[in-house]
T-cell receptor
Framework: GAVVSQHPSWVICKSGTSVKIECRSL??????MFWYRQFPKQSLMLMAT?????????EQGVEKDKFLINHASLTLSTLTVTSAHPEDSSFYIC???????????FGPGTRLTVL | AQSVAQPEDQVNVAEGNPLTVKCTYS??????LFWYVQYPNRGLQFLLK??????LVKGSYGFEAEFNKSQTSFHLKKPSALVSDSALYFC?????????????FGTGTQLKVEL
């Protein structure tokens, strides 16, 4: 149980285009989903917290207009990187949490490369 | 604010020997503590957690960790290391704060198990 999927697993795009990454909880309803970014050989940095049906809460320094997060249902959250640039290239990981619980279940990650 | 420290960037150990990966934390109130493992280009795999109860926690793949409140530590241990244990290990601390159940990750420790 508690499986989280991400799609796509990797994506290559041209500079200036937008990329959408999906995060799904497959066998449970996730009240809260989290989006992280990880640079090579570095730790996970929380970008934003999203609750179903409400606006995402972004961490300091994360541009909300660049990283659009939508959490339309209890099983799906999406992260859209708008007007992507090479510096946005990174490994993006989502996680999902059950209501009232501290544990997060992580997706397999999405490798974004912007040319 | 909550924080995690993993003082060692890398730990080297011979196969068959015991291993320890260190983690100390700082958090207001009772901590929720987690260990995750990450293989190259993969998401995080859950190893074990401490929420409440026994200080010695047993997890996946023969790993265990001991919660030490007085030393604010949660070191990861395994009695006999395997080459396949070589990976990046993250300690994380969380709690049910006003902002939701956020996790704060340590910087990670690269474990290298050699024959």
């Amino acid at each position: 149980g508690a499986v989280v999927s991400q799609h796509p697993s990797w994506v290559i795009c041209k500079s200036g285009t937008s990329v959408k990454i999906e995060c799904r909880s497959l066998d449970f309803q996730a009240t809260t989903m989290f989006w992280y970014r990880q640079f090579p050989k570095q730790s996970l940095m929380l970008m934003a917290t999203s609750n179903e049906g409400s606006k995402a809460t972004y961490e300091q320094g994360v541009e909300k207009d660049k990283f659009l997060i939508n959490h339309a249902s209890l099983t799906l959250s999406t992260l859209t990187v708008t007007s992507a640039h090479p510096e946005d290239s990174s490994f993006y990981i989502c996680s999902a949490a059950l209501a009232g619980g501290p544990e997060q279940f992580f997706g397999p990650g999405t490798r974004l490369t912007v040319l | 604010a909550q924080s995690v420290a993993q003082p060692e960037d890398q730990v080297n150990v011979a196969e068959g020997n015991p291993l320890t990966v260190k983690c100390t934390y700082s958090v207001s109130g009772n901590p929720y503590l987690f260990w995750y493992v990450q293989y190259p280009n993969r998401g995080l795999q859950f190893l074990l957690k401490y929420i409440t109860g026994d200080n010695l926690v047993k997890g996946s793949y023969g790993f265990e960790a001991e919660f030490n409140k007085s030393q604010t530590s949660f070191h990861l241990k395994k009695p006999s290391a395997l080459v396949s244990d070589s990976a990046l290990y993250f300690c994380a601390v969380g709690g049910l704060t006003g902002g939701g159940n956020k996790l704060t990750f340590g910087t990670g420790t690269q474990l290298k198990v050699e024959l």
